[in-house]
């Protein structure tokens, strides 16, 4: 059943021994796009809370605030079917602080912001306030607000806030057109027109594949197709840094670019982007410990032309120093402050050193393994190396393997693998493996029922959970050669990539 709170004090009182939270940010009138950022919470959280409050300081004079679609009795039923915790839908004087936030400049000086005077201010006031509140691990939000999205995830870093935003992509309708609850305002013909918008985003991407770097370029095949359909005005049409939000001349190599739109259909105001990108493929291999990944990443690696990044390999070099240096597993501040002054790094050939000491082999060893998901659970340790990991892939070309690059590290790689074989299994290889390198071989039985232990550990942590994304390909090994298993990798990553 799901729980509604009206008072700030009451859902504090009822969140407070719950962990795992995600948190769903909505102004009501729920969609499909909401429906899909509720999902994906729900998939990735013990909790989920939703907030429905129409937030009148994003609001200026003249705007649709009065006649901003409300529909609580449905928006409570969607909350209900979907599993959702709680709701929190506060009244004014819950949530309305004495204070206001003021965005980043260089962030509001383009797209929505001249035009809407205040908004991104009403904006972060009330989201701050609200993450204050609801203390969630991870608020999930839609791409299509591509603005307000990058704003709230600068101040989020600037404030230091132990909360992770996770973009999700912008779902549409068959014609393209981005959910919103404002769509509700359009007459039927105005919904066939807006469809537009999309259509002439995706020409605009079309061009950008084909090789076309020039931004005013791609803006004007924006604007040469919507003048085609005379009954949207354009209010703006942008090419921008997808996360600093800076216009852009050229999109070099590497950088991440969002093509923005705003204009009206009859009097409804309509938003839109598409993210540009122009990067060799990144492959995403996930799956549980002792799945075979880093073996089969190597060799993946190897046939496809790729460089091969050992992201766990990582997180265990962090374990080994804070083993090293005697601290306990349970002292995350010591631990955390260790490894924020660690210099982690992986070669090409597969070489793993931590502050240019060579820990390759050292790391591989048994006690190793069993304290490494302790580790890695930590939030502040898993927050610098998702840091460095997005740094090492964030140009392509790159396989890299763990228990959440497709999920986390990497949402948008270009392939997913989800590798995976019974705890059997993954016992017998590691036994294997531990008698090649003539180290400690424990017995079947214990190094089974660690992995197993392992394996709740990592899909119960509140931090990054262990996942197969929505997206991945499943592939269990058991019964299957290395050989095998690295073939079917590399035609399925040839067919997709041809």
Same mark, same amino acid.
């Given at each position: 059943?799901?729980?509604?709170?009206?008072?700030?004090?009451?859902?504090?009182?009822?969140?407070?021994?719950?962990?795992? #939270?995600?948190?769903?940010?909505?102004?009501?009138?729920?969609?499909?796009?909401?429906?899909?950022?509720? !999902?994906?919470?729900?998939?990735?959280?013990?909790?989920?809370?939703?907030?429905?409050?129409?937030?009148?300081?994003? %609001?200026?004079?003249?705007?649709? %605030?009065?006649?901003?679609?409300?529909?609580?009795?449905?928006?409570?039923?969607?909350?209900? !079917?979907?599993?959702?915790?709680?709701?929190?839908?506060?009244?004014?004087?819950?949530?309305?602080?004495?204070?206001?936030?003021?965005?980043?400049?260089?962030?509001?000086?383009?797209?929505?912001?001249?035009?809407?005077?205040?908004?991104?201010?009403?904006?972060?006031?009330?989201?701050?306030?609200?993450?204050?509140?609801?203390?969630?691990?991870?608020?999930?939000?839609?791409?299509?607000?591509?603005?307000?999205?990058?704003?709230?995830?600068?101040?989020? +870093?600037?404030?230091?806030?132990?909360?992770?935003?996770?973009?999700?992509?912008?779902?549409?309708?068959?014609? +393209?057109?981005?959910?919103?609850?404002?769509?509700?305002?359009?007459?039927?013909?105005?919904?066939?027109?807006?469809?537009?918008?999309?259509?002439?985003?995706? $020409?605009?991407?079309?061009?950008?594949?084909?090789?076309?770097?020039?931004?005013?370029?791609?803006?004007?095949?924006?604007?040469?197709?919507?003048?085609?359909?005379?009954?949207?005005?354009?209010?703006?049409?942008?090419?921008?840094?997808?996360?600093?939000?800076?216009?852009?001349?050229?999109?070099?190599?590497?950088?991440?670019?969002?093509?923005?739109?705003?204009?009206?259909?009859?009097?409804?105001?309509? #938003?839109?982007?598409?993210? $540009?990108?122009?990067?060799?493929?990144?492959?995403?291999?996930? +799956?549980?410990?002792?799945?075979?990944?880093?073996?089969?990443?190597?060799?993946?690696?190897?046939?496809?032309?790729?460089?091969?990044?050992?992201? +766990?390999?990582?997180?265990?070099?962090?374990?080994?120093?804070?083993?090293?240096?005697?601290?306990?597993?349970?002292?995350?501040?010591?631990?955390?402050?260790?490894?924020?002054?660690?210099?982690?790094?992986?070669?090409?050939?597969?070489?793993?050193?931590?502050?240019?000491?060579?820990?390759?082999?050292?790391?591989?060893?048994?006690?190793?393994?069993?304290?490494?998901?302790?580790?890695?659970?930590?939030?502040?340790?898993?927050?610098?190396?998702?840091?460095?990991?997005?740094?090492?892939?964030?140009?392509?070309?790159?396989?890299? !393997?763990?228990?959440?690059?497709?999920?986390?590290?990497?949402?948008?790689?270009?392939?997913?693998?989800?590798?995976?074989?019974?705890?059997?299994?993954?016992?017998?290889?590691?036994?294997?493996?531990?008698?090649?390198?003539?180290?400690?071989?424990?017995?079947?039985?214990?190094?089974?029922?660690?992995?197993?232990?392992?394996?709740?550990?990592?899909?119960?942590?509140?931090?990054?959970?262990?996942?197969?994304?929505?997206?991945?390909?499943?592939?269990?090994?058991?019964?299957?050669?290395?050989?095998?298993?690295?073939?079917?990798?590399?035609?399925?990553?040839?067919?997709?990539?041809?």
């Amino acid at each position: 059943m799901t729980r509604v709170f009206r008072t700030v004090a009451g859902l504090g009182c009822w969140r407070q021994s719950l962990d795992s #939270i995600g948190f769903v940010p909505t102004m009501g009138a729920l969609h499909r796009g909401h429906r899909s950022l509720i !999902e994906r919470a729900l998939a990735e959280n013990r909790t989920v809370i939703v907030s429905i409050f129409v937030n009148p300081l994003q %609001f200026a004079p003249g705007e649709d %605030f009065d006649r901003y679609p409300r529909n609580w009795a449905a928006d409570l039923a969607l909350c209900e !079917e979907l599993g959702v915790s709680a709701v929190f839908a506060p009244d004014r004087s819950e949530v309305l602080p004495s204070f206001k936030i003021v965005p980043p400049p260089e962030m509001v000086k383009g797209l929505c912001a001249p035009f809407r005077p205040g908004h991104f201010e009403g904006v972060c006031t009330i989201v701050m306030q609200l993450l204050q509140i609801v203390r969630p691990d991870r608020v999930y939000l839609g791409q299509k607000d591509g603005q307000q999205v990058a704003i709230l995830e600068k101040l989020i +870093g600037d404030f230091h806030l132990p909360v992770e935003l996770v973009r999700c992509p912008t779902l549409r309708e068959e014609s +393209g057109l981005a959910y919103s609850s404002r769509n509700r305002y359009l007459s039927p013909g105005e919904y066939q027109m807006a469809g537009a918008i999309y259509q002439a985003l995706v $020409l605009a991407k079309t061009e950008f594949q084909k090789g076309e770097r020039c931004s005013a370029k791609l803006v004007g095949v924006v604007e040469n197709f919507l003048q085609t359909v005379p009954e949207i005005k354009i209010e703006y049409i942008e090419c921008v840094h997808f996360q600093t939000l800076t216009p852009l001349e050229i999109i070099m190599d590497g950088t991440v670019a969002m093509v923005a739109i705003a204009g009206y259909v009859g009097n409804t105001r309509l #938003i839109d982007n598409l993210i $540009l990108q122009n990067r060799r493929p990144i492959l995403a291999i996930d +799956g549980p410990a002792g799945a075979g990944k880093s073996t089969v990443a190597k060799r993946v690696a190897a046939k496809l032309g790729l460089l091969y990044l050992d992201t +766990g390999a990582m997180y265990r070099g962090i374990t080994w120093a804070v083993l090293e240096a005697q601290i306990a597993l349970d002292d995350w501040g010591a631990i955390v402050e260790l490894a924020s002054s660690l210099r982690v790094s992986l070669t090409p050939d597969a070489r793993v050193f931590v502050n240019d000491h060579n820990v390759t082999d050292l790391i591989r060893q048994h006690h190793i393994t069993e304290s490494v998901s302790k580790v890695a659970a930590i939030p502040q340790v898993r927050e610098i190396m998702l840091r460095e990991q997005r740094s090492l892939g964030k140009g392509g070309g790159v396989v890299m !393997e763990g228990r959440d690059i497709g999920t986390n590290v990497f949402p948008d790689a270009e392939v997913k693998i989800f590798l995976t074989a019974s705890a059997l299994e993954r016992a017998k290889r590691r036994q294997q493996d531990l008698k090649e390198r003539q180290l400690e071989v424990p017995s079947l039985e214990s190094i089974q029922k660690s992995i197993q232990e392992r394996d709740y550990r990592d899909m119960n942590r509140p931090v990054a959970p262990l996942r197969q994304a929505e997206d991945a390909i499943l592939l269990n090994t058991d019964g299957l050669t290395i050989e095998e298993v690295v073939d079917r990798i590399v035609a399925y990553c040839n067919a997709r990539f041809s």
